[in-house]
Structures are given as structure tokens and as C-alpha cells.
């Protein structure tokens, strides 16, 4: 239905106002810094052109019948559950870009005074920031009852993941070699290692 129909979509609206928020208050800081190495490519411009697409498909959900055709019913302690995750892929998203600092970029660039950040959450797993992105894509889909809408967003992020995250690690251990490599070697990827 059209605007706001039941609780989740209310979650789901004031958690995304949120998420937008930590993004351009973070965007706005980092706007200075340039970059020494940049790696765009075709593919990319794609992926996150389509995770953007995936992530605003909600408010056409929202505020125009357009996806109507697309809805289903979800029972509520799915929502609940949906929200929990939401709330985590907020808090991640923030305290990510708190640690990440002035060295975060949309696209993959190293900037002039780029520093490895070990610190924080990256103490325990080299991409929070993409940890972040999947919850918030899975809540999506708990917390709104549209096959598009919901899901769209965790869709494109799954290949976005893929495609990126070796092209990353790739051009961190250009930059930073050794100190990188032993990085690597004590931390998880996405989800937290406990073994050495
Ligand atoms: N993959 C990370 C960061 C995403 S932002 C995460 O999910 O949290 C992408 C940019 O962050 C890349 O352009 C890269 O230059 C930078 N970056 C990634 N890991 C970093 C680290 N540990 N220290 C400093 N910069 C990092």
C-alpha cells in the first residue's frame, strides 16, 4: 500500500534516514584527501550503481503503488528480528567509518596520507564496512514485505561483494606489502576470527 503501512516500515524508514545521515556526515569529512591510486572499472561503476538502486527501491515502495504487485506477507517476529539486524548494521556502519577515518572512499583509491587502520573494529575483521552493507540488506528484506523492495538490495550487494573485495585486498598489499599480509593473517574478513 502507499506511505507507511504498519511498524517495520517505520523501522525500516527511520533506520535508513540514519544510515543516510552517518554516510554524509562521513562523505563531508573525507571530502578532502586525494587520491595517489584509484581502481574504477566498468564493472564496479555497474555493481555500485545497482547496490545504490537497490537501496532507495524501498522508498518507491513506500511512497508510490508501483511495486504493489510485488508484495507478500511476512510474519512479525521476522520484522523483530529485522530491526535487531538493522540496528547492528547501523551501529557497524558508524563505528566502521569512526575507524576508517579520512582513508574511506566509495570507490577503491588510496589517498595521499593513507594509513593502514588496524585499530577499532578492524582490530578484528578487515571489512566491518561491507559487514554493515550485508546486515543492512538482510534487514531489508526482514523488515519490508515486497520481494523487490526487500530483497533487491542483497541481490546486488552478493556479486558487489565478490567482485570487490579481492580487487581491494589486492591493492592494499601493493600499498602497504608486509604490514598488510600480517594484517591479513590475525583477522577475518567479514565475520570475526578466534583462531590465530
Ligand atoms: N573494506 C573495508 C573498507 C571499505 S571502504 C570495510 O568493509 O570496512 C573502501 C576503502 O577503504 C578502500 O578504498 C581502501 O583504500 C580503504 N581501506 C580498506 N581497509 C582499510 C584499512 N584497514 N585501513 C585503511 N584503509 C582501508
Known sequence: MLGIDNIFELIF?????????????????????????????????ILISAGGVGMVLPLFYLFSPWLNFADYHLPGWLGWIGTAVFAMALLLLWRSHADLGRNWSAILRIRQEHSLV???????????????????????????????????????FVPLYLVRVPKEERMMLEQFDEQYRQYVSRTGGIIMRFWK
Not at 19 to 41: E, Q
Not at 131 to 153: D, K, M, P, T
Open 118 to 156: 588496524t585499530g577499532g573494529l578492524y582490530r578484528h575483521i578487515r571489512h566491518p564496512m561491507y559487514a554493515a552493507h550485508l546486515l543492512w540488506a538482510i534487514a531489508q528484506g526482514l523488515l519490508l514485505e515486497n520481494w523487490l523492495a526487500g530483497w533487491a538490495f542483497l541481490i546486488v
Open 13 to 45: 524508514l527511520a533506520g535508513f534516514i540514519a544510515g543516510s545521515v552517518i554516510r554524509k556526515v562521513y562523505t563531508f569529512k573525507c571530502r578532502h584527501g586525494k587520491a595517489v591510486k584509484k581502481h574504477k572499472s566498468v564493472v564496479d561503476i
